[in-house]
């Protein structure tokens, strides 16, 4: 019986660690640059703890000078390589 109680509270514990776990998705539009990663917990992103970053230096620099004035209507796919595309070259290479 006092396994079995055992047995029980540590299944649940698992269960709850496993689905109250911290959350990260990281992706860049695949036209500008832009980054978004967004955090949350148990499935939920919390807008507090995300963040939507414009590289001024970088892709997103280059896209508005190709692009004077527009806005651009994002497209944001996943991130799969360890460090974000810094050129727009790079960032229409990582595609294919």
């Known amino acids: 019986m006092k396994k079995r109680i055992i047995f029980i509270l ?3 514990i698992i269960v709850g660690i496993i689905y109250f776990r911290p959350t990260t998705e990281w ?17 939920r992103v919390i807008p507090s703890w995300s963040v939507y970053e ?5 892709t997103y620099a280059e896209w508005k000078q190709l692009h004077p004035g527009e806005n651009c209507s994002h497209d ?6 360890k460090t974000p595309a810094t050129t727009l070259k790079e960032l229409h290479q990582a595609e294919d």
């Open 76 to 81: 944001f796919r996943k991130v799969k390589h």
């Open 10 to 12: 540590m299944f649940v």
């Open 54 to 58: 414009f590289d001024e230096f970088g």
């Open 27 to 43: 992706t860049q539009c695949s036209k500008c640059g832009v980054q978004q990663i967004e955090r949350g917990i148990a499935r």
